[in-house]
């Protein structure tokens, strides 16, 4: 059973790089995509974007200018940093496994985290 | 930019069946996806490529899609099944969500 781990600081300052990491366990990161989903609290869901198990990448049009998804298969993770945060990025971050045709099989439990001095 | 929309809202009683639509421009062309998201929890997919469950999710939950609306039906809705349900598809290189339907069961 494939199971998902964020992780990271719960607290960002404004202007500041949000990083986190996700822990995949149970099975390996090849042949799979792996995505970033976030839920602002009360609202609903935001795709941030995905990486390829070799590398490439995909990203929300809307955070592409922000965003940088890496992976490192030795260590079954990848990770999620987005630059320059506001109070609207403040959200319960989620990292999921992708399927081929692009939708989310595998979640992870989800980690708030709140951008505010 | 793709958008998919859902009712905000959909009342149903234990038993009876409950239809949550979600709506973009030629939606059938494209697979949709559902996700059930009770809270405090991660979202679980109930329902892809459109009319397929993953293994454990009850046969109660199907799917349709056709034209410009997918269609989630939970038949014999029970009280576990009050949720938030997002539909998703993958739409010019890019994922989008519905804006979420909330269940409620009463």
């Known amino acids: 059973q494939v199971q998902l781990q964020e992780s990271g600081p719960g607290l960002v300052k404004p202007s500041e790089t949000l990083s986190l990491t996700c822990t995949v366990s149970?099975?390996?990161?090849?042949?799979?995509?792996w995505s970033w989903i976030r839920q602002p609290p009360g609202k609903g869901l935001e795709w941030i974007g995905y990486?390829?198990?070799?590398?490439?990448?995909n990203y929300n049009p809307s955070l592409k200018s922000r965003v940088t998804i890496s992976v490192d298969t030795p260590k079954n993770q990848f990770s999620l940093n987005l630059t320059s945060v506001t109070a609207a990025d403040t959200a319960v971050y989620y990292c999921?496994?992708?399927?081929?045709?692009?939708?989310?099989?595998?979640w992870g439990q989800g980690t708030l985290v709140t951008v505010s001095s | 930019s793709y958008e998919l929309t859902q009712p905000p809202s959909v009342s149903v009683s234990p038993g009876q069946t409950a239809s949550i639509t979600c709506s973009g421009n030629?939606?059938?062309?494209?697979?949709a996806y559902w996700y059930q998201q009770k809270p405090g929890q991660s979202p679980v997919s109930v329902i892809y490529?459109?009319?397929k469950r993953p293994s454990g999710i009850p046969e109660r939950f199907s799917g349709s899609n056709s034209g410009n609306t997918a269609t989630l039906t939970i038949s014999g809705t029970q009280a576990m099944d009050e949720a938030d349900y997002y539909c998703?598809?993958?739409?010019?290189?890019?994922?989008?969500f519905g804006g979420g339907t909330k269940l409620t069961v009463l």
């Open positions: 999921a496994r992708t399927e081929a045709t692009i939708y989310f099989d595998y």
């Open positions: 149970g099975g390996s990161l090849s042949s799979y995509y």
């Open positions: 990486i390829y198990y070799s590398g490439s990448t």
């Open positions: 030629k939606l059938g062309d494209k697979y």
């Open positions: 490529q459109d009319t």
């Open positions: 998703q598809a993958w739409d010019s290189s890019t994922v989008v």
